[in-house]
Structures are given as C-alpha cells and as structure tokens.
RNA sequence: GGCCCGGUAGUCUAGUUGGCCUAGGACGCCGCCCUCUCAAGGCGGAGAUCACGGGUUCGAAUCCCGUCCGGGCUACCA
C-alpha cells in the first residue's frame, strides 16, 4: 500500500464535539499504525460561524488531546492550504470544468420555487428531492432567466442508469442506484462550493487514501464517486463510517444532554489520557477484555476492522473510571500541578511557591481519591484556611471539647513532627480513653478540616503543621489559643 | 413518505466460516473483607428469554424470511 494518509476535517464552531474528537482520534490512530500522514483540513467556508476563536478552540482541543497533525495549518505541507476558505480557486475551477464537460448545469430555481415544489411533492406522497426542473432548459428560458436577473447555483447531473457501490470497511459493500440521488447543489449562488464538492475534491487533491468519517456521511459518498469520476479522478480512497456517538435515549449527543465539548471534559477536571482512552473504546475494541490502553498500545491495535457498526453512548461513569485510573498513575509532582489551576479557580491560594509546595506535600494523598481533578479543591481547602465545621463534624465535635484538648496536649509534646509519631500519640491516647479509632479520631478530623470526610488524618495533621494543628485542636475545644502561628 | 444504517444486561463490548456460549470481560450497582473518614485494593453477587416471530438444522446470538423499534440522509449545513 502506498503512503497512508487520513485528515481530519473540523467545521471550526468552537470547541469540538466529542464525537468529532473520535473521528479524529481513530484517523490519527490509523495514520500512526501505518506510520502515515495525519492531515488538518479546516473547514470554514460558512464564514459566518468560522471566526478566529472558534479555529484557535479547535487547534487547542486537538493538542490537548494529542493529536499532532503532520499537514495542516500552522506546520504546512505540499498539499496547502489547508483551510477551505483559502482554497476557494480550486473549488472554482473544479465547477468550471464540470460545467463545461456537462456533468453539471446552471440552476435558476429560486429557494421559494425550491421549497414550494418540495411541498408539494411531499403534499403528494412523492420524493422531495430535486426534480430536475433546469437540467434542460432552451436558450430562450435561460435568457429569460438571466433578464429576469435571475442568480444560479450549479448542480450537477446525475446520470441516470447506474448504480454507485462503495466497499465501507466497517459496513461492507454499499450500493446506491443513482435513481436515488437528485441533483446536488455544488455551489450555490454566491460561487461558494458545498461541503459535497470541498471535502470530496480537497480529500482528491490532498490525496487522503482513507476516509474515515461519521455515518451521517454515507449518502455523501456516492455523490462524491460520482464527482471524482465527472472530474477524470480515477483512484479512489477507502471509506470508513463510523457508527454515532449517542445520549442515553438514543438520540445523537446534543447540549441538551450534557457536555459536548472536548473543553467542557478539561474544564472538568478529565485528563487527556482518559479521554484518548475512552473515546477509543467508544465504538471499537481490540479484544474481550482489556479496557486500559495507553497511547502507544492504541497505535499498535487500532485497526478499521474491529470498529463496531452500533452506535454507542457516551458514559461519563466509565470514562470517570477511567480518569481515576489516569490520575492514579500520574507521579505526584505532576498530579500537583495538574490540580493547582482548579485549586486557584476554587479560590484557594495555590498560585504561589507556599501553594504550590503545599500541593506537593497532599498529592500523593490525593491521586486514589480523585475522580476528577476538579475533586481536589474540596479535599485540599483546610491546609490553606479554616473551616467552619459542616452539620455532620458539628454534631461529632459535640461534647468533645475536654478531648480534643487532651489531643492537643498528647501533640504538643511530641519532638518529632511526623506522621509517625503523630499516629502514635494519638493511638495512645485513644488506648488509655478506651476509645475505638474511629470514635477517637472523627472529632479530631472534624476539628482540622470541618468534615468528616478528608484525606488520611496523620498526614493530613503533618502536612497542615504544628501550630495550626494545635490552633485547631484548641480552638475546637473551646480552649484560649496561645499565640497561634498558622494561618488563619 | 422514500432510501440507507443499526438492535447481545443500565452502559461499552467479546462472540458472527453454526456446536468450546449452561453467552465472556469492563464500567456502574449491591454485599463482605481491609480500614482513622473517603477512596484505593481484595473477594463475592444480582443483572441478557442474544429486539420480536417464524423457518433451516441433530444443534443458531451466529444462516434465511417477516415484523417491530432506534438513528441517519432526504438543504444553495457540514
């Protein structure tokens, strides 16, 4: 087989939908197998959505998630530009020169006529495609046409007749009778071509050797053979239609349902190896068992021929799982780093070398508690200010006060401050009170971190210091605080 | 309406040259263990008449026919 080449080819509306993600992500995948190109093709000829954010949303997410394209904007290669809106000259000869062969004609219907013969053919039970009503118009009816001041789209003339087969990897062969395909608009009235007519001509000239795209484009592709053919194009490439990405109900993913977007799942709190992850799992499988795939492991299995054909719902709860897999693999230092953006968003005051230190010391007793990064926040608040205690740690701190005072004394003493010796103090204390662990320490954590849910307590207590710890303790047990030097 | 694509537990799926499937794995869910809380980890469990109905066959999730359901396309959107 000759060199592989995929693309990728994103409407830049902004940040992108998952399910274009996945399409990228398998046309990256394939490339990489076979040490192909991966191209970024953008396409932006609806200028009114195309605007500079929305194509800068889309480079953003592509990185993020790693997929590094080999053409493409910004890095170039020898089939340029790759954004349609820059490519409007090819498109424009391409319609030329089908005009002047006859495979494809000037039509005058005005979209009123359009929608009014649709009507009616839909009125009588009929199929509403176009009826070919300019396919053979006289000179004279062009001329009143062009009096009138008429404007023309041009379609192009189906030949009646044949039949257009196409081998889809996923789906087998499929086969449409031209019949079934009316005329199709390659450029409309303002000389702007289709997207029928860019991506298929565009995917000819930047010579893509295998399409794989979403199956919402099966009926495109005939029109697009049939294309190739008019304009002398004679190979053709492989095609791959991908099954949808769906919500609970079946539906295709919509706002409606939840989050959509590629940035919506970073903004999240999800790391990109899981989303790689998932998204990979979302429609295809390498075996009967195995879930975790790294980057690398994709590269070497991904083939088109263990995508499934169903379409598949995306499930936040596996891709969660998968998160938290991700993170727990993450070295520390990195997991800290990870988590400080979200931890200064929350308000907490991470952004400077205290903060970031802080974070280094709690990472390690984060990374088998966080689903997301955005959990971190929550968990790590207390090291950087007191908390008002919650209605549970209330209730626990209830009483407690001659306690937690006898705890802070057992800490005060200690000559070592680590979690070691801090443990034993209080596991002695505990002992001599007749106190179970749990009854002994949920005051203490109630007191610290104003819950009774929160990291390990030793560690937490070393990390937060002795001073506050004490300040805490004290502070709970309703006792005058001696010149307190934590933070407060 | 027409054409096309799909239909294995709540979800993702394995299995499709018919027998190794009394349908395997994972997420989620439930329980137990561990345990300073929460997680993580270990162990176990519930959950699928393989959309439905016929047929072929000694034998069907796998082959054939029909039905139903879901989705896509049917644009001078992509």
């Not at 076979?34 to 953008?42: Q, S």
């Not at 089939?79 to 490519?87: A, D, H, I, L, V």
């Not at 041009?154 to 996923?170: C, S």
């Not at 997207?195 to 099966?218: Q, S, W």
Request: aromatic content about 8%.
């Amino acid at each position: 087989m000759a060199e592989v080449r995929t693309r990728i080819a994103p409407a830049p509306s902004g940040s992108i939908h998952v399910g274009n993600a996945r399409t990228a992500l398998y046309n990256w995948l394939f490339a990489r197998h076979h040490g192909g190109v991966f191209v970024l093709r953008v396409e932006d000829t609806d200028a009114k959505r195309a605007t500079e954010e929305a194509y800068a949303a889309v480079v953003e997410d592509l990185r993020w998630l790693g997929l590094t394209w080999d053409e493409g904007p910004e890095v170039g290669g020898p089939f340029g530009p790759y954004r349609q809106s820059e490519r409007s000259g090819r498109y424009r000869a391409a319609v030329m020169q089908l005009l002047d062969s006859g495979h494809a004609y000037r039509c005058y219907c005005t979209p009123e006529e359009l929608a009014e013969r649709r009507q009616r053919a839909l009125g009588e039970g009929r199929t509403p495609g176009y009826d070919g009503h300019c396919r053979h118009l006289s000179d004279a009816d062009i001329a009143r046409y062009e009096a009138e001041g008429r404007r023309w789209a041009v379609r192009f003339a189906v030949p009646p007749g044949r039949t257009i087969a196409f081998e889809d990897v996923v789906r087998g062969e499929i086969a449409t009778p031209t019949e079934r395909i009316p005329d199709f608009v390659i450029a409309r009235a303002d000389g702007s071509p289709t997207y029928v007519l860019a991506a298929g001509l565009d995917d000819a000239l930047m010579n893509i050797t295998h399409v794989i795209r979403g199956e919402d484009l099966i009926p495109a592709t005939p029109r697009q053979l049939l294309l190739r053919e008019a304009l002398g194009i004679t190979d053709r490439p492989v095609f791959a239609h991908l099954p949808l990405l769906v919500d609970g109900s079946g539906r295709p993913l919509s706002k409606r349902w939840g989050d959509v977007a590629v940035r919506a799942y970073r903004e999240r709190g999800f790391v990109p190896e899981a989303m790689v992850n998932y998204l990979a799992l979302l429609g295809w499988s390498y075996d009967d068992r195995t879930n975790i795939f790294s980057v690398q492991e994709l590269i070497e299995r991904f083939s088109l021929e263990r995508v499934g054909r169903n379409p598949a719902t995306f499930d936040v709860a596996k891709l969660e799982w998968l998160n938290q897999h991700y993170i727990k693999q993450m070295p520390p230092s990195r997991l800290a780093e990870q988590i400080r953006p979200f931890c200064i968003a929350a308000g907490l005051d991470a952004a400077g070398d205290e903060g970031r230190a802080l974070l280094e010391r709690v990472a390690p007793l984060l990374s088998e508690r966080l689903k997301r990064l955005s959990d971190a926040p929550a968990m790590v608040a207390f090291l950087f200010r007191r908390m008002a205690p919650d209605e549970r740690a209330a209730e626990a701190l209830q009483g407690q006060g001659e306690y937690l005072g006898a705890a802070a004394d057992a800490l005060e003493g200690l000559e070592r401050w680590d979690r070691a010796d801090i443990e034993a103090a209080l596991r002695a204390l505990a002992e001599r009170r007749g106190l179970k662990p749990r009854r002994a320490f949920q005051p203490i954590r109630a007191a610290i971190t104003g819950t009774l849910v929160s990291p390990p307590l030793f560690e937490s207590l070393e990390i937060l210091g002795r001073d506050e710890t004490l300040a805490r303790l004290r502070a709970a047990a309703g006792q005058p605080v001696a010149a307190a030097g934590g933070k407060a």
